[in-house]
């Protein structure tokens, strides 16, 4: 369950340093501001370069995605990813592997149930198959 846009924009308006956020239409930032995304990539620091390979699939086949770059899991930025959760319809967390643990602790600190990428073991995972998932 996603919380309202209401219960997260009383918490906090913007970003914490715990996050890097990245949308697809605009250059970095750390700070929110006003975007909607049909696609919201959460990742962490192994999986990032694929992540922006995929993004820039996602924009030549003309979807719109953000991305929410975790920098720490302690603490957990779970304000952020609930405001992040908020702007985007559908969230895709990129896993390093198939332990799923980054979509493991995004459901149990926030509630929320994203879709799980990550590679079939022993092969890589790849910016198309990245999209793959996207139009699935």
């Known amino acids: 369950m996603k919380p309202s846009s209401t219960e997260v924009s009383n918490s906090r308006e913007t970003f914490s340093n715990l996050v890097q956020f990245i949308d697809g239409k605009r250059d970095s930032k750390e700070g929110a501001k006003t975007y909607q995304s049909k696609i919201g990539f959460i990742s962490w620091i192994p999986t ?13 086949s003309g979807l719109s995605v953000a991305t929410l770059f975790l920098k720490s899991f302690n603490p957990f930025p779970k304000h952020d990813i609930e405001l992040f959760a908020t702007n985007v319809k559908k969230i895709i967390v ?15 600190h926030t509630g929320i149930h994203p879709v799980k990428v990550f590679p079939p073991h022993g092969i890589s995972l790849t910016p198309e198959a990245i999209l793959e998932k996207v139009k699935g």
């Open 48 to 60: 990032q370069s694929i992540v922006n390979q995929a993004m820039g699939l996602c924009k030549k």
């Open 94 to 108: 990129i896993e390093e592997d198939e332990t799923a643990l980054l979509s493991r602790m995004i459901q149990r």
